[in-house]
């Protein structure tokens, strides 16, 4: 069984930086050979996809967090990491991280991020 869990949301400032992580696990090697995903929803918007990272450390982003958030991740720990910089109002959000896996979907419960101005 495939889990998905989100850490380290809270408040932040507008300017700031705060780094959501996400921790894959369950059957076995999964998470080395799953590309892994930051999606986020703001209150009365569409999900949207924030960031991807795939098995073998390439990244996409969203056009416009282009050059503010990173997405990383480590094979050792299982995780994956989003860095959030220069924190805007406008990233308020639920983040959610995804993974597929054998051609599943699975998403952890989500975080809340506030970003206050």
């Known amino acids: 069984q495939v889990q998905v869990m989100e850490f380290g949301g809270g408040l932040g400032q507008a300017g700031g930086s705060l780094t959501l992580s996400c921790v894959v696990s369950g059957s076995p090697g999964i998470f080395s050979f799953s590309p892994v995903a930051w999606y986020r929803q703001a209150p009365q918007k569409q999900r949207e996809l924030v960031a991807r990272?795939?098995?073998?450390?390439?990244?996409d982003y969203r056009d416009d967090l282009k050059g503010r958030f990173i997405i990383s991740r480590d094979n050792s720990k299982n995780t994956v990491y989003l860095q959030m910089n220069s924190l805007k109002p406008d990233d308020t959000a639920v983040y959610y991280c995804?993974?597929?896996?054998?051609?599943?979907?699975?998403w952890g419960q989500g975080t809340q991020v506030t970003v206050s101005s």
């Open positions: 995804n993974t597929i896996y054998q051609r599943t979907n699975y």
């Open positions: 990272i795939q098995m073998n450390g390439a990244t």
